[in-house]
């Protein structure tokens, strides 16, 4: 592992399932969003399954656990829009930083490592809430699944956060919770570090192809560290 982190400059950085547990506001907004149209709660343990690939595709998944697909498409920029209204009055309220993430980000300051965030968030969901929790000043730049025509697994963010750091992929490491974060960066070039205790699917880590498991944000700044 140590061969591919040598070089590495700078860091981009997933948010939820990797920074932020933010199931319990996934949860809050899903089922207030339900609740208005007249459905029943989900679990939490059934929302993992559906975050990751950004809101719209959350939202659809939530909608076809009662509908085909015609009724989707005919509730779902009703859904979308309660949702988003929810989520923005509870952002960030029921969630939680991980262990050792700050700790983690003040390792790779202190290392030298430039910081990006690149998460499928939409950015007003994104952006508060990195505030909220005090995590915005480690960051240069912050893009969510809203910032380009393609969200993760796609490589076109991360390859943006490059082109920002003006640094070849090779020497930007991914740090993500899942299959997302580990495909956009095979496809773009970058070295990917996966965590193992966020939102995957429903699939273990272990399933994701990737240059290395980390326990925490900190054990990924050490790693970085020592290759270097
Ligand atoms: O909101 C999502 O779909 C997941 O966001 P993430 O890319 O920060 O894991
Ligand atoms: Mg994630």
């Known amino acids: ?17 990797t920074m932020l547990d933010t199931m319990p506001d996934f949860e809050v907004a899903i089922n207030l969003m339900r609740e ?5 709660p989900i679990t939490a343990a059934q929302i993992e399954l559906m975050v990751g690939k950004g809101s719209e595709n959350l939202v659809r998944r ?29 952002n960030g309220r ?10 983690g980000l003040q390792a790779m300051k202190a290392n030298g490592l ?9 950015v007003a969901f994104a952006k508060p809430l990195l505030a909220l929790k005090g995590l915005d000043g480690y960051f240069e730049v912050l893009f969510g ?10 490589p076109m963010p991360l390859l943006k956060a490059c082109e920002y750091f003006d640094l070849p992929p090779a020497q930007v490491v991914a740090i993500g919770d899942s299959s997302n974060d580990a ?9 990917v570090l996966t965590v193992p205790y966020g939102y995957n699917h429903g699939v273990g880590i272990h399933e994701t ?15 970085i560290s020592r290759a270097n």
């Open 183 to 191: 495909e956009a960066a095979r496809a773009a070039g970058c070295p």
């Open 145 to 154: 699944g809203d910032s380009f025509e393609k969200k993760k697994p796609h």
């Open 36 to 40: 208005e149209l007249g459905l029943a």
């Open 94 to 103: 029921h969630s939680e930083v991980y262990a050792d993430v700050v700790a």
């Open 114 to 122: 430039r910081l990006a965030c690149v998460t499928n968030k939409p």
């Open 62 to 90: 939530v909608l076809a656990l009662d509908f085909e697909d015609e009724g989707v498409e005919r509730l779902f920029a009703q859904a979308m829009e309660a949702y988003q209204r929810h989520y923005l009055v509870i």
């Open 209 to 223: 192809d990737s240059d290395g498991i980390v326990d925490t944000l900190l054990h990924a700044a050490e790693l």
């Open 1 to 17: 592992m140590a061969a591919v982190l040598r070089g590495v400059r700078a860091a981009i950085i997933d948010l939820d399932g």
